[in-house]
């Protein structure tokens, strides 16, 4: 996984003489990879912490991960968000940097699995911040959110309420109808922070279902709240062409505190 994160205000991306610190702090000599989401304000913080850290004698490598497939721009981001490829991006090339893999090999590794990789949230509820106190948008009792961000945006359209099958088979076709996988593919079944992981277990048997029927195989499946959005109700599914490298790195172990096995 990573070696340092760097966290800012929610919802608004960190600064880059953190991200430069950061990245001084956990320099071995081989370099550091910056794993950036298509954010406005990320990419061009990362941008500039790149260049202070080049300048303090640290090589860096970056990978845009820019995986949601529910909207080609939105409020914070020019192209695609990104989602929950990000946990996918972090642990294979994790996986890849604790074997010794040089940075340009890391590097590589984590781009095509963000390349494979296509997401989909749906919200049942808006977020709440700490600093506006109310939800950041209106979403009526009884109605959905279809194709959410994390940082509390609304989506592309916003439906009656659905069942975990109807919300199942939106979800998966539309990653689908992009990502059109043909080898097995890992799945994550993430909660948006407030989603009980008994609905989202259930909504996994539903999204496997809907893969069954389209005739893709499942290589793993995640089920937690991993890349989440505060007290935000709903959930997202993020698929991921796997291959042997791909799936060998990911069953590398792990051990942090949200997500550990192999050991």
Partial sequence: ???????????????????????????????????????????????????????????????????????????????????????????????????????????????????????????????????????????PSGELELGIGIHGEPGRERRPMMTSREIADFTVEAVLDDLRPSSPVLALVNGMGATPLLELYGFSAEVHRVLAERGVPVARTLVGNYVTSLDMAGCSVTLCEADEEILRLWDAPVETPALRWGR
């Fill in 1 to 139: 996984m990573l070696s340092a994160a760097c966290p800012g205000e929610v919802f608004t991306s960190p600064v880059p003489d953190q991200m430069a610190r950061a990245a001084a702090a956990v320099d071995s000599g081989a370099g550091v990879l910056f794993v950036v989401k298509n954010y406005t304000g990320d990419v061009l913080n990362f941008d500039m912490a790149q260049e202070l850290a080049e300048d303090e004698g640290v090589q860096v490598a970056k990978v845009l991960v820019n995986d949601d497939v529910a909207v080609q721009d939105s409020l914070y981001t020019a192209g695609r968000r990104g989602t929950g490829a990000t946990l996918f991006v972090e642990k294979i090339a994790g996986a890849a940097a604790e074997e010794g893999a040089p940075l340009e090999r890391v590097e590589a590794v984590a781009r095509r699995v963000n390349e494979r990789s296509r997401s989909f949230g749906v919200a049942l509820s808006a977020v709440t911040t700490p600093a506006k106190g109310t939800p950041t948008f209106d979403l």
